[in-house]
């Protein structure tokens, strides 16, 4: 084989390993997403938007929501959170909530012996150790339906509950003294009842 002829494999060998990384590592990260709106009363006040990507054994969790409403003034939230699992368990999660009345945010990280808690929300702190590993979380159930037998982990409290169910497709899970319930339909969230110390509302799938 000649010297231009040597190059040119070279060359074409190099692309071909390339093009087959890019591809692999495409094939190998997935991307799922789902759309829901946040209503009181009958009322849409705002919406909610739930991802998981990832590939292999680690899973990235993320919810981004905008709400507006009047509470004796004018309300306007910004909240996200965001869990990561690596090998089917949590491993760290952070959320934050931005309005015209505060800012606040949560940590809850994995050592390897138990999870460490900074949790800051509204007339609430909380940084208590807390025993695990876990494997739920709230971000978590937007896809995935559970059994009623887990172990729940409140990202912004930095808590854990056990997730009860208590009718088909139909699940409880109490944070604070606060109950949600969540409604599946084949394996799909389809809405979720919230109770809230200001106003209780739904967040409703919408696709």
């Given amino acids: 084989m000649n010297q231009t002829r040597y190059t040119n494999f070279k060359r074409t060998s190099l692309f071909i390993f390339l093009w087959m990384g890019v591809s692999l590592g495409h094939a190998q990260t997935a991307k799922e997403t789902a759309s829901f709106e946040i209503v009181v ?7 909610l938007t739930a991802q998981k990507t990832g590939g292999g ?4 969790y993320s919810v981004d929501s905008r709400v507006k ?17 690596k090998g089917g368990k949590i491993i760290k999660t952070y959320s934050e909530s931005k309005t015209n009345r505060g800012f606040f945010d ?14 800051k929300s509204y007339k609430y702190a909380n940084r208590t150790s807390l025993k695990g590993p876990l494997s739920w979380c709230s971000s978590k159930l937007f896809f995935q339906e559970p059994s009623g037998q887990e172990i729940f982990l409140s990202e912004v409290y930095g808590v854990s509950s056990p997730i009860k169910k208590i009718s088909a497709g139909v699940y409880e899970i109490e944070v604070e003294g606060n109950t949600n319930q ?11 009842v919230v109770e809230s110390p200001i106003k209780n509302y739904q967040v409703r799938r919408v696709k």
């Fill in 106 to 119: 949560s940590k809850v990280n994995w050592t390897g012996a138990q999870y460490q808690v900074d949790s």
């Fill in 69 to 85: 409403f009047w509470f004796f003034g004018d309300v306007d939230l910004k909240f996200l959170t965001r869990s990561n699992f």
């Fill in 182 to 192: 969540y409604h599946y339909k084949s394996g799909k969230l389809e809405k979720i």
């Fill in 41 to 47: 009363l009958g009322i849409k006040i705002g919406t």
């Fill in 57 to 60: 054994d680690s899973l990235l």
